[in-house]
């Protein structure tokens, strides 16, 4: 398809009159074609009042033809073939197999929420039948299903233009709740948006849903995502990017006359643990490994390993010089946008201007445009503590390593971070013990622990929780990748002593979705389940 | 026990140094003896302290060890015999058998939460196996469980002096979670207070748990409150009160440096909409049970049904007149407090005021101190809808009957409403079609639909919800009674390639706590379940 520049507002292509929006090439700086004007809060009302209207229809569909729409979603998707790659390509500066990778990944998440609502688990059945003999008073007929929040505003986030953007998690686990969405696209690529939004418009004309399940925004400044916030037909926001943004938005959304949830992915620096025997036994090959997941795309990943922590002597001397000498070796990689390379560039000049943490090695330079250039640091447990300013994320491939004296001082470290997306544990047998005490305090920080893996890398699957405490994200009860994300969008109602014909079909009498409800306080087994 | 008038910090007796607090019998006017002295933002920081300390031992005792745990806080309430009711009574001015009935439903809720807990469905398990040899990249062993959110702070409520108390719902149900609690007691009943906590404190102690699972706080300000809820420490907070009240605490909450869920449950009218049949066959006693509910307890439960809502012409003018007959012959009641009672009487002055409502009944005059006169009021849709006045609740045995002329002013009507803790619907066979048309606005309205019943009585078991969209609560995405009100107070933690001597035992491969596992996409059956 020929790119247009236009917003979508239900099945409408509607061209904006703010500010135009002009993705860049970041790895040649050319400005790319076409202008992309911003919308604004007339065209957020448009939306929201289509959004609405769909809403009551679009969450009472059945699990079957919600599904089907999901996987429409996917299969209009890789139908755009390489027209959607290229773009993407240009707007990211993200290597090709990276691209494609996303593609097979957002496709395989639209795919898995299909698949997680048709099990129908999520709607959380629970039947107290009546029992109108019980003394002192009966107990009336009582039926739990969980309904979607309504209207959603989705955020499309720089780093991922495919798998976290205008099809990307928020949107499949909301529209996978009942939920109809707005998406405000990611300024630095309006093109792979069209195209996508594109895809899912076409979706919900093939499902045969009301236009408004889904439309796409754009807009420069903050105008279009206040709006969006604040619509009182909004119930709920999905955002991933920086801290200071989802504050912003967290901030419009409790200040509404009806506050409603934001589930803002926005800062972690992913420590990993390297305990004594692992350090001892392995330090060269870890070395190797926490450089190829510091350095994967630039560095640009939410769970990126920012920031090492160990007990210092010899063996964790040699770590030190093993990576450092990788990451000089590492070449300069472009990042998502100017901003963000100029963002990054920041980071580092304040780490470097410290006294508490000295820089160990940097990268190959850049010789292109908005090149990345790899750094490490290496601090004092002392001065960690000592210095909140070592514990901010610098996005992009920057590291920390906190040396620790001791077992105590690992501790304290532990107990003074902040929360975050994931922390590492490398440790072999010997470890154990020392990995066993700490466990409680890990959980407490972070909402996915692993061993002698690297964070780098969030599958899409049932146990996957990509969350965690603040600031990692707005709301620690959630995960924004893996199918339970769809319980962000869903409230419970319970229906007492309705007449089974005025019940929905998932709390009937019969049970004809065939769901294994809690019945009177036990799980069901289904024979034909 | 003789009262003494200290708070409880752990298993110490703590005497306050701010202002006294008296309970007041509000049947008599009389001041009860002791004075609770007042506790400051010191006494918060020792018993989060100790919340704190005590939170990641509590966490992981065994499902049994906890489920014990709340049946010997059952017990030990149980143990305070007459004294405990005594006190509730002369601190409420409710009738004896209430109290009696309330402390039967506090006991059960708590063995309800035992049973969950053992149940271990809360947990939510997922394993998602390792897939060594997938292409393109081989799978992770991943796993996930709930974990509690860390010390939990509960403000007890007026209107439930045990049941929403220091050892309600909010207080059962944070412990079930694993949460350690703080509670600030309410200022209307400090004895009934001082003995439920001590009866916790004995099970703690009898438990052989850390002494910082529980403490209860006094005050008479908002230093207390505003302390706990500022707390690094406390994680959630549990409040059953007035809007002005939980909004406060949620924007205390949202301004932490870490923002904190605050489950507060606030504001409702509980409208009930009469449909033209049932209407038509028995307005009669339709009027009857809804005076009945209206006027139960006078009318302190937040389910109190506050709006009626229904078709104009003669079969609603029989209704009104018959509500009318017999609210004129409500005997007046005693209110909670002095307080309450004042708020009351300003509430009903100020739609005396009002033009756009007329006034069509008034209760027996009191004549003892405190008492509450039934209040009936009727409106027209278009007054209702102009004036936002009219959908205050006014917490007390007052109620507006809204004249609809057709379908289509019910519609706006009910549109037009705030979110709410129930909606009631009364209809006949011929009235489902019409009933089935509303359902989707309903559904976005309130937390609890029923049918051919009254709203007042909340059914503690698996299927209920109290809760509902802003104000009714502040977070409708949960429940504050039944047994779902446990996921309040959980976080997800997925652990990856976890070794099993380190995993936690609800996730080791052999499965030892026997639960229902959503594993690998499917839900176990297990034979010996």
Chains 1, 2 share one sequence.
Not at 112 to 137: H, I, K, M
Not at 235 to 247: N, W
Not at 417 to 439: F, H, K, P, V, Y
């Amino acid at each position: 398809m020929t790119l247009t520049g236009n917003m979508l507002i239900g099945q409408q292509a509607i061209t904006g009159n703010r500010e135009a929006i002009r993705a860049i090439n970041p790895a040649t700086g050319t400005v790319l074609e076409p202008a992309y004007l911003g919308g604004g809060s007339e065209h957020v009302e448009q939306a929201c009042t289509l959004a609405q209207e769909a809403f009551d229809s679009f969450r009472e569909t059945s699990l079957e033809t919600r599904a089907t729409f999901l996987e429409t979603i996917a299969a209009e998707i890789e139908a755009l073939g390489d027209e959607l790659i290229d773009r993407a390509v240009s707007e990211s500066g993200l290597p090709r197999p990276r691209i494609v990778g996303e593609r097979a990944r957002t496709c395989q998440q639209l795919r898995t929420f299909a698949r997680t609502v048709r099990a129908g688990e999520w709607l959380d059945v629970r039947v107290d039948n009546a029992l109108p003999e019980r003394q002192p008073l009966p107990r009336a007929d009582l039926r739990q299903r969980q309904v979607p929040l309504g209207p959603v505003a989705v955020f499309g986030a720089s780093n991922f233009p495919l798998a976290f953007s205008v099809a990307g998690g928020d949107t499949a686990s909301a529209l996978a709740a009942g939920c109809s969405v707005v998406v405000k696209a990611h300024s630095a690529h309006p093109g792979t948006s069209e195209l996508v939004g594109h895809a899912i418009a076409r979706a919900v004309k093939e499902s045969n849903l009301p236009e408004g399940v889904f439309s796409l925004l754009f807009g420069s400044g903050r105008e279009v995502g206040v709006a969006l916030v604040s619509d009182p037909r909004i119930k709920a926001v999905g955002f991933t990017g920086s801290r200071s943004g989802g504050m912003a938005l967290c901030k419009v959304a409790a200040a509404r006359p009806e506050p409603i949830p934001v589930y803002a992915e926005m800062s972690s620096i992913n420590p990993v643990l390297l305990f004594p025997a692992a350090l001892q036994a392995r330090g060269e090959s870890l070395a190797q490994g926490f450089v190829a997941s510091l350095t994967q795309g630039a560095g640009q990943f939410c769970t990126n390993p920012g920031l090492v922590i160990g007990h210092q002597g010899p063996a964790l001397d040699r770590f030190i010089s093993t990576a450092a000498r990788l990451v000089q070796q590492s070449p300069a990689q472009t990042m998502l946008t100017p901003g963000i390379f100029q963002a990054y560039e920041a980071g580092i000049g304040s780490l470097q201007e410290l006294n508490s943490a000295q820089e160990a090695a940097a990268g190959l330079r850049g010789e292109t445009p908005n090149q990345c250039q790899a750094h490490l640091f290496v601090t004092r447990a002392g001065d960690f503590l000592a210095d909140p300013a070592l514990q901010a994320e610098v996005f992009g491939a920057a590291a920390l390593v906190v040396q620790c004296a001791d077992d105590e001082e690992i501790r304290q470290v532990l107990e003074h971070l902040e929360g975050q997306l994931t922390i590492t544990l490398q440790l072999d047998e010997a470890d154990l013990d020392s990995a066993r005490a700490m466990l409680a305090t890990l959980e407490r920080k972070a909402g996915r622990l692993l061993v002698n893996g690297w964070p780098t890398g969030v599958e899409v699957c049932d146990a996957m929780v990509h969350g965690g405490p603040f600031p990692a994200t707005s709301d620690t009860r959630t995960t924004s990748v893996g199918t339970a994300a769809i319980q962000r969008f869903l409230r419970p109602v319970c229906y007492q002593d309705f007449p089974d014909s005025l019940l929905p079909t998932a709390l009937k009498h019969a049970n004809p979705l065939h769901l294994r409800r809690l019945l009177d306080g036990h799980r069901e087994v289904l024979e034909n389940a």
